[in-house]
């Protein structure tokens, strides 16, 4: 029988900075994730600096290893159908990467053991603590495995039924040379384009060689639909190349507002999208994985072994302090569907408010301080 004192189940960047910083601490971590990296994973995939700075990450070390990181400078920015605005900045505000290379980086730095690929299939707690797969022993749980993660499921999520999901579909592609010619898209300045009714938006997203464009809403009826017709739309003005590929994937993530997953119980916690943490306005989820992968891992520290209920609380409670008190309803869910409209044809065409509350705010988050690891 394998043991090991703490598995994380998810190997993404939740579960690779959690395994990351209990390792550093001495503490005996495994992780188990169903597929081998490096892995494809489906996101638009851009990280800002105070994310590199929570997980001390040299830039220079990062790019010199052939790795994707595209330095963003500015925002392209509009509804649907509508009017551009152009938001520049003097420094770099957030840098595209690709998550096969970012998450395989994580995962490898965390020096912790790696369980052979498998998927989750059984996950019993007793008094010695969790049994995964009738053959690993663990004294304590972290479910690091997503939206569908099995150990959410485990503690009672109801994947699928109770649950307010955004979907999202996109493609993420290397562009050939006449492709690369044909594109307006540019590396330092990635698209972001709303629906009407603020439900949500869609994205262009150059990296280096690489194009990235999708499409997420929290109201997935028709979703296919909208896909395809943001594409069109984007290949009538020259955004995208005519002969991208049709061929969309999709995920699914809970924005932190609607998410009823709980962080803690018996001898368990959950992180990143398996907690359902994505921001609000924006959907981005790597922040928040990261983030509640550190106040985790320094409550198990703090822990000291004792993994019950009770000293596991901290974790939510620095949870709450750190991104607010879950909501049912976000402020454009109370909004008249015609105010709603009216925000997105005036309020995301006025420069002031698309650079100091659409970028520096719902997608930086440039006002919370950096997460000190």
Partial sequence: ?????????????????????????????????????????????????????????????????????????????????????????????????????????????????????????????????????????????IGAGGHFCPVARRLGAQLGQAETVVAAQEIEFLMTAEQKRETKAEGEIPELYFCEDLKGYGWVFRKGDYLNVGLGREDNHRLSEHVQAFAQWLKAKGRVPQDMPEKFAGHAYLLYNHAPRPFVAEAAVLVGDAAGLAYPQSGEGIRPAVESAVLAADTLIAAGGQYGAAQLEPYRREMVARFGPRESLSMTDRLPEGLKRFLATRLLGNRWFTRNVVIQNWFLHATQPVLQA
Wanted: glycine share 12%.
């Fill in 1 to 141: 029988m394998d043991a090991c004192e703490v598995l994380i189940v998810g190997g993404g960047p939740a579960g690779s900075t959690c395994a990351w910083k209990l390792k550093r601490a001495g503490v005996d971590v495994a992780v188990l994730d169903k597929k081998p990296f490096p892995r494809d994973k489906i996101c638009a995939g851009w990280v800002t600096p105070a994310v590199m700075d929570t997980l001390q990450v040299d830039l220079d070390e990062y790019r010199g290893g052939g790795r994707t990181l595209q330095p963003i400078t500015g925002f392209r920015t509009g509804v649907i159908g509508g009017n551009e605005v152009e938001t520049f900045f003097r420094e770099t505000v957030s840098y595209g990467i690709r998550r096969r290379e970012f998450d395989t980086y994580l995962l490898e730095r965390s020096g912790a053991r790696l369980v052979d690929p498998q998927p989750l299939k059984s996950l019993e707690h007793g008094a010695n603590g969790w049994l995964a797969n009738d053959a690993l022993q663990a004294r304590m749980v």
